[in-house]
């Protein structure tokens, strides 16, 4: 069982950053797979980005490509999602997720069924 509790979002001007983390209880954090993703208002939730559970490699959703960076501090029990150049675009409630799905992150990372955790969500807001 893992519970996630996602920072607090909030309200950017576009082209500003926002760092968001999520945190992790358990002692086997650093066994899942982790994601983000997002929901825009009106839409349904899609992906953002996942890391794998070793933090060796990234995916991420091609509207963010080169601008969010996923990571990871497994002694800290925290995946966090650096946001860069943010567009109105971005404004959603955006969501952290664990998997424990042992298969290949790169098969099915955007898919939100393998995911069995999810926080709470945090609002964040980009205005233009």
């Known amino acids: 069982q893992v519970q996630l509790v996602e920072s607090e979002g909030g309200l950017v001007q576009a082209g500003g950053s926002l760092r968001l983390s999520c945190a992790a209880s358990?002692?086997?954090?650093?066994?899942?797979?982790m994601g983000w993703f997002r929901q825009p208002p009106g839409k349904e939730r899609e992906f953002v980005a996942a890391?794998?559970?070793?933090?060796?490699?990234?995916y991420y959703a091609d509207s963010v490509k080169g601008r969010f960076i996923i990571s990871r501090d497994n002694a800290k029990n925290t995946v966090y999602l650096q946001m860069n150049s943010l567009e109105p675009e971005d404004t959603a409630v955006y969501y952290c997720?664990?998997?424990?799905?042992?298969?290949?992150?790169?098969?099915?990372?955007?898919?939100?069924?393998?995911?069995?955790?999810w926080g709470q969500g945090t609002q964040v807001t980009v205005s233009s």
């Open positions: 997720a664990a998997s424990s799905i042992r298969l290949p992150l790169s098969l099915w990372y955007a898919q939100r069924h393998q995911y069995d955790y």
């Open positions: 358990g002692r086997t954090f650093s066994t899942y797979h």
């Open positions: 890391v794998t559970w070793s933090g060796g490699s990234t």
